[in-house]
């Protein structure tokens, strides 16, 4: 059975970092780009960070570029997500999902699994 669960989420004062976790199983890590989304009640899931099947490659959004980093270690089947000089509109559910496509796709239906989701809340 396929999982990904997230960790790390909370809460932080605004100019905090926090780094969430996404550990897979069921899945052949190496061969799934990772990504990470993100949604607010009522709002459509955000890209936020991808990263390549060897980690070579990543993107960010613009809103969270320079301030987030993705990672991810394959012989730990889990991807990360650094959180650095947090914003209160970093706050968010936070969700980890796979695809076994080649691009690190922005586009949520491109990806396959996806995790319950970790909460981040930043306060001013």
């Known amino acids: 059975q396929v999982q990904l669960v997230e960790s790390g989420g909370g809460l932080v004062q605004a100019g905090g970092s926090l780094r969430l976790s996404c550990a897979a199983s069921g899945i052949v890590f190496s061969n799934n780009v990772m990504a990470w989304f993100r949604q607010t009640p009522g709002k459509a899931r955000e890209f936020v960070s991808g990263i390549s099947k060897g980690g070579t490659v990543t993107k960010q959004s613009e809103s969270v570029k320079g301030r987030f980093t993705i990672s991810r270690d394959n012989t730990k089947n889990t991807v990360y997500l650094h959180m650095n000089n947090l914003k209160p509109e970093d706050t968010a559910t936070y969700y980890c999902?796979?695809?076994?496509?080649?691009?690190?796709?922005?586009?949520?239906?491109?990806?396959?699994?996806w995790g319950q989701g970790t909460q981040v809340t930043v306060s001013s």
């Open positions: 999902a796979a695809t076994t496509r080649e691009n690190v796709d922005e586009i949520a239906p491109w990806y396959v699994y």
